[in-house]
């Protein structure tokens, strides 16, 4: 089992900038890739970025691109995501999660493919 510990969350302006960090810790010598997700009040919870471990590969939502950076730290079983120019709509709780085991680029975006998910950390952004 892996454990994901959230930090960085907090209140912005709008146009501001704030850094996500997720770090895991236990069974992570076979980690594959790790995501993050997000969710709104009222909403279902959606996917936001995700990075493939080993290779670095990167995937975004269409609402994030260009604003949002996912990266990872191999040292310190780390990822982070970069969100710059916040918007009203990105308000949420967001979550990190990791995956094990092999998942297809196109699945990186379904949540029921990550094992393990993190306490979720509170971005709010206002107008």
């Known amino acids: 089992q892996v454990q994901l510990v959230e930090s960085g969350g907090g209140l912005v302006q709008a146009g501001g900038s704030l850094r996500l960090s997720c770090a895991a810790s236990g069974r992570t010598f076979s980690n594959y890739a790790m995501g993050w997700f997000r969710q709104a009040p009222g909403k279902e919870r959606e996917f936001v970025a995700a990075?493939?471990?080993?290779?670095?590969?990167?995937y975004y939502a269409d609402p994030v691109k260009g604003r949002f950076t996912i990266a990872r730290d191999n040292a310190r079983n780390t990822v982070y995501l970069q969100m710059n120019s916040l918007k009203p709509d990105d308000t949420a709780v967001y979550y990190c999660?990791?995956?094990?085991?092999?998942?297809?680029?196109?699945?990186?975006?379904?949540?029921?493919?990550?094992?393990?998910w993190g306490q979720g950390t509170q971005v709010t952004v206002s107008s």
């Open positions: 990075i493939r471990w080993s290779a670095g590969y990167t």
């Open positions: 999660a990791i995956s094990q085991n092999y998942v297809a680029p196109n699945d990186l975006t379904d949540q029921k493919f990550y094992g393990d």
